[in-house]
C-alpha cells in the first residue's frame, strides 16, 4: 500500500472491496471486530485469520497497534487534546516510511 493512495483510499471506504489480499482482508476484519466489541474474540476469530494467511506474529502486531489506538483515542477525546491537521499526518508519515518511527540520531559534534 506505500505509495499508492488510491489503494489506501479504497481500503479505508470500504476494506471488503478493495483490492487487496484475503490475508489483509483477515486483518482487518480481525481489527474491525477488535475496534466493535473487543470482548467477543474468541478462537473462530483467531482461526479464521490464520485460515487466511496470518501468523501469530502479524496477529499480536495488529491486535496491539488497534489497543493502543482506542487508547490514544479515548485519552485524547477525554482530555480536549486537539487533532493534529491532515498536512502534519501526512508529513509524518512521509517521515515514518522513511525512517521509522524514532528520530535521526543527533549529528556527532565531539570534534
Not at 11 to 32: G, N
Not at 76 to 102: C, F, N, Q, S, W
Amino acid at each position: 500500500m506505500l505509495g499508492n493512495r488510491a489503494l489506501v483510499d479504497a481500503v479505508l471506504d470500504d476494506y471488503t472491496t478493495a483490492p487487496i489480499s484475503d490475508a489483509e482482508r483477515a486483518m482487518f476484519r480481525l481489527i474491525e471486530k477488535i475496534t466493535h466489541d473487543s470482548s467477543q474474540i474468541g478462537q473462530a476469530d483467531i482461526d479464521l485469520a490464520k485460515a487466511a494467511g496470518l501468523d501469530d506474529a502479524t496477529l499480536y502486531d495488529a491486535i496491539t497497534v488497534c489497543a493502543l489506538f482506542q487508547f490514544y483515542n479515548t485519552w485524547i477525546d477525554a482530555t480536549g487534546v486537539h487533532d493534529l491537521p491532515a498536512a502534519a499526518y501526512e508529513a509524518m508519515g512521509k517521515r515514518m516510511a522513511t525512517g521509522g518511527y524514532a528520530p535521526a540520531p543527533a549529528p556527532d559534534t565531539s570534534g
